[in-house]
């Protein structure tokens, strides 16, 4: 399948890559993969690197496709900048943007909505961490509130291990969280538009899906069609979506979970700019859709043409 569309309506598309967060390196393969086929398919499309370039130059853009990662670019600044300077943008908005950085308060959305999300703390120098395994159980998950592509993050096992597990994440965030452990099998669920498309299912012999298992390991396995019945599959993808949608997101983007070996599945965080590697799952479940690469990127960038928020 081949999407047919006048790519001359974009206009001038500035591929936004790189950035200063500590998602910068995934950023400009990403984006550089963005570039190339928005460039193949006949759209007047340029890198432009905020690190590199005042973003005052934006303003000779005629839209934007976001494929920053991190804070600066995923958490609701620039698209709060675009919005001010009247360029329309592809993904989230400010809102969306803003709390899908935060995994806490996405998780306090999701508590006060219902939707089943792992039990969490947020931790702290100094807090009585003897409490915190005392109240959540062994193991956790210890996680930068604010940080993507798993970086920061790590697996505690024993109590003492904690402290350590903390300072870690600390290094990337002043806000860090535990959250209780799932014992299972994890999904991840891509959404374009309003649609949710095929789930996958990632297996990795790691302690769970971390940075090298994303991005450098040859040998993490990703399941498409993912083995779950057809039944649980459409109910994982209609929570994906409720979730997707209760913290405002829109366009595009991807929601993580767990299923446990109860058949119980647990949301775990939302993506609102999803890595666009070639390892990246949002371009895998595409494919199993139908869609090519292009096909993917062309539609993303198609929603900026919509009416404007």
């Not at 698209?79 to 001010?84: A, D, F, I, R, T």
């Not at 993050?153 to 300072?167: F, R």
Request: aromatic share 8%.
């Amino acid at each position: 399948m081949t999407m047919r569309m006048d790519v001359r309506q974009f206009g001038k598309v500035a591929v936004l890559l790189g950035g200063t967060a500590a998602e910068r390196s995934i950023s400009l393969i990403s984006g550089k993969a963005v570039l190339e086929a928005l460039q193949a398919a006949g759209v007047d499309a340029h890198a432009f690197d905020p690190a590199e370039r005042p973003v005052t130059e934006l303003a000779g853009f005629d839209r934007a496709f976001i494929v920053l990662h991190g804070r600066g670019g995923e958490d609701g600044t620039m698209q709060g900048l675009l919005e001010w300077m009247k360029i329309p943008y592809t993904g989230s908005g400010v809102l969306a943007s803003a709390l899908g950085m935060d995994k806490a308060r996405t998780k306090q959305v999701w508590i006060g909505c219902g939707l089943p999300t792992p039990k969490y703390a947020r931790l702290s120098a100094g807090m009585d961490f003897g409490k915190v395994v005392a109240d959540l159980g062994l193991p956790l998950m210890i996680k930068p509130a604010h940080e993507g592509s798993s970086i920061g993050m790590c697996k505690v096992e024993k109590a003492e291990e904690l402290p350590a597990g903390y300072a870690n994440a600390a290094a990337y965030d002043s806000e860090v969280i535990a959250e209780r452990w799932v014992t299972g099998s994890e999904y991840t669920v891509s959404i374009l538009g309003e649609r949710a498309l095929p789930v996958i299912r990632m297996k990795t012999d790691r302690n769970f899906y971390d940075f090298e298992a994303k991005y450098q390991a040859h040998d993490t396995q990703y399941l498409v069609p993912c083995g779950l019945p057809p039944e649980q599959e459409q109910a994982l993808q209609a929570l994906a979506l409720e979730a997707f949608r209760d913290v405002g997101a829109s366009g595009w983007g991807r929601i993580d979970a767990m299923m446990d070996e109860q058949g119980n599945f647990w949301l775990l965080e939302v993506n609102t700019v999803p890595g666009m590697t070639d390892h990246s799952l949002v371009p895998m479940a595409a494919k199993a859709a139908g869609l090519s690469f292009t096909d993917l990127v062309l539609a993303i960038l198609a929603q900026t043409l919509e009416e404007q928020r």
